[in-house]
């Protein structure tokens, strides 16, 4: 949702003004948010439970909707062959390292944070992973599990794949193809805006 996330105590990102302000309206309206931290999300401390009142899942979720069992992630850190990405998760969810990263003044660590997510992006759309898609085997197990859906999103690439009894879905790239995803009556659809 955000191209980074980093929370400092004090401060709120003015770049993302406008996404926190129809957050913040839906929770008002009585929505409930439940917001699936992904591998943009680098540190959270409180404001979307506290500000947002906004359910944080730091891994995943299962739910049961119209009797079928959905387990929903991000899916970051199980693409197996991306060591670099996993090395670079355990150093970017260090609490000291955060910890120091946050006494960097907000002007400077948001544009770096800005700046190096942005590279992250454009490495990530031209990597080869290899033919074993880790995301997909992670869904294929949950399913073994007894999940009817399971949804992951971290490799942006759209899928909507029938495995046994289940069904992976991956609804792609928002950022390329804006849509989002619906169950009704026992159906699945990836919707485009």
């Excluded at 929370?7 to 926190?20: A, N, P, T």
């Excluded at 150093?91 to 120091?100: D, E, P, T, Y």
């Excluded at 949804?151 to 790239?173: A, D, M, V």
Aim: with cysteine; charged share 25%.
């Amino acid at each position: 949702m955000f191209d980074y996330w980093f929370e400092y105590k004090k401060v709120v990102q003015k770049g993302f003004f406008r996404s926190l302000a129809a957050l913040q309206d839906l929770s008002e309206s009585g929505v409930k948010i439940h917001y699936i931290v992904g591998n943009h999300d680098f540190l959270h401390r409180g404001f979307f439970e506290n500000d947002l009142n906004a359910i944080l899942y730091e891994s995943g979720l299962s739910i049961d909707l119209e009797g079928k069992k959905f387990y929903m992630g991000h899916g970051d850190g199980l693409v197996k062959n991306d060591i670099g990405y996993l090395v670079l998760k355990k150093i970017l969810r260090n609490k000291f390292i955060q910890g120091m990263y946050s006494l960097i003044h907000p002007d400077l660590g948001i544009a770096l944070a800005s700046k190096t997510s942005k590279k992250s992006r454009e490495y990530t759309k031209s990597k080869n992973y290899g033919e074993i898609d880790g995301v997909f085997e992670a869904a294929k197990n949950k399913i073994n599990e007894g999940f009817d859906y399971v949804l992951f999103g971290h490799t942006h690439q759209r899928e909507n794949i029938k495995y046994k009894n289940g069904y992976y879905i991956n609804l792609g790239s928002w950022l390329q193809k804006p849509c989002y995803g619906v169950f009704e009556n026992q159906k699945f659809e990836i919707i485009d805006l």
